[in-house]
């Protein structure tokens, strides 16, 4: 390993990753590095193992081989000799706080506001005052173009509107690097373009995304780099001008021609 390398470890490494239901293997020997500041988007068929990927890059689905770390830290486990060691839920719980995730159905607490929904975890964890968490809240919804409705209810607010709220919600403890799991998908389609922009406008800030997506109009304007999965492997990944435009696989091809 360079030196360069070691000073700047990768924002998002996954190696071996395995992990099965039963006896169906869902990600089967994954191997992805995510540089710092870049946009990697993830695309392939329902049940290719997309979001069981981004779950375990947080340690919500424990990998049974295999390892993830953010910045070169293991996340979920720490090494003990030759061995992987499952570190304690708090710990774990203090680590997925780098890691913001937008899930496809918001997951947003029905009994806070917007801008409750946004204050919550920075309170919660100690990382931050009540005033100072609304203050950072407040200004997050108006960068998602909500700062009309800080005070409504996610009942109140369109699927669009609670999705970007949620994305808010994910930047509002100075994530390292944020998941998103398939963002649009529960969105009716005349919102899907609203959610799409703030991602985009996201994108060009330097944070590291990665997104799981259907929509190859995105991936091929926002991404640095795209990965095709299929049965729980990567199949395929480069620019999107070679994955999308000029994919070498014949698989990759197939997909892309039942979406295009």
């Keep these: ?25 869902v990600l089967d020997g994954i191997d992805l590095t995510v ?5 990697t988007v ?3 068929p329902s049940g290719s193992g997309k979001s069981t990927l981004l779950r375990a890059i947080n340690h919500l689905e424990k990998l049974d081989q295999g390892c993830v770390s953010v910045n070169g830290e293991l996340i979920g486990v720490r090494e003990q000799g030759d061995r ?11 680590q997925r706080r780098r890691i913001g995730f937008v899930f496809q159905n918001f997951n947003l607490f029905p009994h806070l506001t917007a801008v409750e929904n946004v204050a919550e975890a920075p309170v ?32 109140h607010l369109s699927g669009g509107q609670q999705q970007r709220v949620a994305i808010a919600r ?26 799409l922009s703030v991602i985009k406008d996201l994108a060009g800030t330097g944070t590291t995304l990665i997104i ?12 640095d780099e795209v990965v095709f999965l299929d049965g729980g492997r990567i199949v395929e990944r480069g620019a999107p001008s070679q994955v999308l435009d000029r994919p070498r696989h014949t698989r990759t091809r197939e997909f892309l021609s039942k979406v295009l």
Excluded at 35 to 39: K, M, N, S
Excluded at 84 to 94: D, G, S, T, Y
């Design 35 to 39: 540089e710092p500041g870049t946009v």
């Design 124 to 155: 919660a964890t100690g990382a931050a005052t009540r005033t100072e968490a609304l203050e950072r809240a407040r200004s997050l919804l108006a960068a998602v173009g909500l700062a009309d409705k800080e005070g409504a209810y996610p009942r």
């Design 170 to 195: 994910a930047l509002a403890q100075h994530p390292e690097v944020i998941l998103f799991d398939e963002p649009t998908s529960a969105l009716d389609p005349e919102l899907v373009g609203e959610v």
């Design 1 to 25: 390993m360079s030196a360069d390398r070691r000073a700047r470890p990768a924002a998002v490494e996954v190696r071996g990753a395995v992990k099965a239901f039963g006896a169906h293997t």
């Design 84 to 94: 992987l060691k499952e570190l304690p839920e708090r710990a774990i719980l203090a």
């Design 212 to 223: 799981v997506t259907h929509e190859i109009a995105f991936a091929r304007e926002v991404a």
């Design 42 to 44: 993830i695309v392939g």
